[in-house]
């Protein structure tokens, strides 16, 4: 499964994929707490739940990026059906995040030397 990323979790978090972000961000949070039958129809809790609330009160930390992607991951590996819908997720929120209109770069075949993507950037760039 691919894992979702930091930066997108920040994103989500910290509210800059606007409401559509703030929709996944809330099934996942979900997802997390999701009735488990294994568990005797009990809310299942875990560390997880905790990174979500801190990284939710520090959007833009990168350590708690970083282990609630983990912790994710983790949980992904040992629950296929949480793997699925966590997919689901990351999709949506792929998808939340992506600014209309924005720039996509792709570079493909050849060798390149020097190449600079970029959007929106603001003030004076010089290459020597």
Do not use: C, K, Y
Not at 34 to 53: K, V
Not at 62 to 88: H, I, K, N
């Amino acid at each position: 499964m691919e894992p979702i990323s930091e930066g997108l979790l920040m994103a989500l978090a910290g509210g800059a994929a606007g409401s559509a972000g703030q929709q996944v961000w809330h099934s996942l949070r979900g997802l997390v707490v999701r009735r488990d039958a294994t568990a005797g129809g009990e809310p299942s809790r875990s560390s997880i739940e905790g990174e979500l609330t801190l990284l939710e009160q520090r959007p833009h930390d990168t350590e708690r990026a970083r282990s609630l992607a983990e912790a994710l991951r983790e949980r992904a590996e040992q629950d296929p059906t949480f793997a699925a819908a966590l997919a689901g997720l990351r999709e949506q929120g792929e998808r939340a995040h992506r600014t209309p209109g924005a720039a996509r770069f792709e570079i493909s075949g050849g060798t390149q030397h020097s190449v600079v993507q970029a959007q929106n950037m603001h003030g004076d760039i010089t290459f020597n």
